[in-house]
């Protein structure tokens, strides 16, 4: 990988979402050599992707170039490759570009989509957890409603029309919410041949609420959002199959459709090499201890999505979002130089700041840890939070001025279809018609 | 394509360019029922394209969504697809999703790359005539630097560090002059343990001088621009072949590349199935009168690059670029207009309001009919004239707003890789580095 030798230990970092960059920023010019490893050359503000889906933002408004992160640290190398194994007995990653020697290693790979192992339901459905995805989505929204115009056949039509999003967490709602708003502000009035009032917006969960992981309060404030904008809510429904066509479920329902967005489930996303004993199999998340250790490991860490520390408040691990990555990276940052230092290292404790959800236009719900509001205010602490936690000042300037217009024209001018996504076609056009 | 019969005759226009739109926009309620096809579902402001592929603008901040332009408009239909064949016997247009008729048909399908029959060239090097090409190349140009830290071997390095942009047209002097300031504003910090004064910018022109199209005066203040920003400027020299590593030309010189940018010709992108009589086989162009009819037809026009007006002034067509596009499309708007109230045509004269072309930070050149000037007024004009040309009252702010950033910052956040370019690689690693 071509990095110097260095008089100080070697941190390797694996994955720059939230966790590792902010490990990274805590290692600015401290006693180490930090080689940070990514897929990407970008930094990608997740909460945000679904707005990317929808047109209502452009893919770069919530992408960071890492380099530009790490431009004036000493002893700082980045690297774009992805990992393929980790050789825990030589400290070593085998990678792409070639092995990589390590003092101490930093799991910070996030989170990808679980499908539970339904083959069948991962090849026909989209997911939503990177940049690249969020665009094919766009793409096939688009794609869908250019064929719609097309062709005759009414059920065809409608199923082209029909989108089910599966699983009610954040991602789903928000998503919900984003595709009600855009069927209203755009796609009634790009396609005013088609009677978009047979656009479906379906949302299933799998329990008996909305948002399952906020208050039972948010839960019935955004259900309520979600209905006002039309959106049918399916609660304790799970979805058995989707062969690009029909959605199978364990019930009697069933769906037509030309697209399934899948946010049912994330899992870890691991890279082989460690112990079996580190690893919770059934959602791929890697064990760690109270420092973010890797159970069995004194030079491996894991942090964010990745790392499951099983608490007595948390005995599952922490949620799978941004904040406890942050805290974590943060924490571990500190630590590393505190070992570096000779000092006993400090434990990891979660301070949970709440969490939050839009649902559309003046439309969000948000949970801190003694009051829950819904409605107009929540909308805008949503919004303000999600601007001064983006990186740049760029972003945060462009994205404010997205949003503005976006408010004041009733549009989303991103209804690009840049990058065609080729769905195996779910139409085919004859020649005769004229 | 399920368009709807209608009282009013059928205008079919062929590409949604500075000419197609411009049309659509005179033909806006008028008693013509139009269908636009178009192979995208955005209009790409072309002059543009270089800036997103250095990074310095969004894709979305130049493209806009069709649809949107004719909203509002009656008895007016888009379709997305690529036409195949005009069928003029039968009065119809064959395309991907089926045969249209028309009573008038425009061919308004621009132009693409030049490559004057090299195949290996084509295959090699990149070209930038739409917005998907542009991120290619954004993509390769960041790929090629991440791959630079990794070789060991150093006329590998230099030759991923090697830009040859063939053509000095203003695409390639534009897109020379926003890679060397994107070299000191970016790469230079980003890179810190490469070399970046080892990185070329090798501009190659088959005359005697860049901007040949313009005066003498602004090809001479160009050059100094130029090569005060360190691109090496080769005159007089062809290039023969490119096999993705060598470039050779027709004189002793030679070049060691991973990248080549072909911006040295342009052809029109024809539709196969008109008469041989009205082709320009050399340059693909339709031959069209002084009211844009396509010779030998009288219901089928050409309009914009892909039409050639041969006139007294202009022997060979007019100018393959944006103003005499649109001054054509709203005439022949007008001459359809006329033609349906039974009124003579008028005939098309282009009104020249000068060109100019942008060589970097302050550096502009503009040749006026009357007035030739160039420097930092110049690149004010040349910024003002942009801005206010682009679609929509959004991608205008965000254009401005990136552009003051940048201008403030010296720095272009879109150095992202979203969809990496899979060139077939220029170098391999083997894993045996630690």
Redesign the interface.
Known sequence: ??I?ASKNPRVVIIGGGFAGIQLAKKLKNQKFQVVLLDK???HTFQPLLYQVATGGL????I???I??VI?EYKDF?F??TSVKEIDAVNR?I?S??????YDYLVIATGSKTNYFGNKEIERNSMSMKT??QS?NIRSLI??NF?QA????DEAERNALMNFVLVGAGPTGVELAGALAEMKKAILQ?????LNIEKMQINLVQGDDRVLNAMTVKSSAAAEKFLVKLGVRIWKNVRVTNYDGRTITTDSDLTFESATVIWTAGVQGAKVPGLNADALIERIERIRVNQYNQVKGYENIFAIGDIASMETQKYPQGHPMMAQPAIQQGNLLGENLIRLSQKKAMKPFEYNDKGSMATIGRNKAVVDLPHYHFSGVFAWFVWMFIHLISLI????K??VF??WV?NYI?F?R???????PYKKKSFVT??????
């Open positions: 990988m071509n110097p990407h050359n970008y452009e893919a770069g408004s992408a960071y170039p380099r530009k431009q190398y690297r774009l070593k085998i792409e570009i070639g092995d990589l020697h940049i690249p665009l688009l794609e250019e115009v097309l062709v005759k009035k790009d396609y005013p041949d740049g000042f760029k972003n300037a462009v001025l997205n217009y024209a549009d001018e991103g209804r690009l279809i840049i990058r056009f004859t020649s005769d018609e004229i």
